[in-house]
């Protein structure tokens, strides 16, 4: 999976946006509102994306493994159920 380029995330008081700006995304009419846990995996997912064109549930798993006190199997739960609304939401492709 890749995270779909022109979307920037932006904080706003104690929750994080992302916002479609670029041209291509300049008629999507959702706002997406992310905790301070997908905004972390958001970024992990960009920084897969940018360093090897992809990124994975597996790979997002382990970096919030790394960075949170969160058991393997727990972390890919949450993992897959945060990509499947990201799916929805059109704001990664597969």
Sequence with gaps: ???IEGFKLRKLGNEYILVGESMA???????????ETAAFLWKAAEEASASHGVFTVSDL???????????????MT????????????GIIET
């Design 61 to 75: 798993s382990k970096a919030l493994c790394d960075e949170y006190d969160v058991a393997p199997e727990q972390a």
């Design 25 to 35: 995304l300049i008629n999507f009419n959702k706002m997406i509102t992310l905790n």
């Design 78 to 89: 949450d993992v897959q159920t945060t990509v499947d609304s990201w799916k929805e939401a």
């Design 1 to 3: 999976m890749k995270t």
